[in-house]
């Protein structure tokens, strides 16, 4: 716990990782105890029917089926963008992604865009107002393209939460 910092850990019944997915869970559990680290075992869970995997929301956020990827993670599907490097772009600012989150198909979406605070925001203003823009995205060729006022906004951006 040390080392990673982790203290709890929950999978499905049908964990599995490692070559050939030889570690399953009874071998995470024999892991887990000797580092402090509670480990449980979750029923699967089922949505219209079907269980919940990470697949199924990742299939569901690439079809750009928002409000069911929403359903199924009990939250809103957020791309987080800490780090990626903005350029502007014919009056956009986009971002090359690199990294195994999953973004939509191409395409153009509605989005909240969540800001870093800056030392210029001020606590009587309305913070959540000055670090959240409602904008459009575009998603092409693993590149998120923002409608935003200047690249100080963009060299802002944490977060992208696309509406459903």
């Known amino acids: 716990t040390d ?3 982790m203290g709890f850990i929950v ?3 049908d964990f599995c990782c490692g070559y050939k997915g030889a570690f399953k869970m009874n071998e995470l559990a024999s892991f887990c105890k000797p580092l402090g680290i509670e480990c449980l075992c ?3 869970v ?3 029917g079907e269980r919940i995997s990470s697949s199924r929301i990742r299939y569901a956020v690439h079809q ?3 409000a069911t990827a929403s359903k199924m993670m ?3 599907f957020s791309y987080d963008c800490t780090s990626l490097e903005w350029k502007e772009e014919n009056g956009f600012y986009s971002a090359c992604t690199f990294s195994r989150q999953v973004l939509p198909k191409d395409g153009k979406y509605d989005v909240i865009v969540k800001l870093t605070a800056t030392a210029e925001d001020s606590v009587e203003l309305n913070a959540v107002a000055l670090n959240t823009l409602h904008t459009g995205c575009l998603v092409e060729k693993g590149k998120i393209m ?3 006022p200047t690249l100080a ?3 802002r951006v944490k977060e992208i939460i696309f509406k459903e």
Request: glycine share 12%; aromatic share 16%; charged share 35%.
């Open 42 to 44: 979750k029923e699967d």
């Open 11 to 13: 999978e499905g019944q």
């Open 3 to 5: 080392e990673c910092g």
């Open 64 to 66: 750009a089926d928002f």
């Open 46 to 48: 089922l949505f219209e």
């Open 74 to 76: 009990g939250r809103s």
């Open 146 to 148: 923002l409608f935003l």
């Open 153 to 155: 906004f963009a060299c």
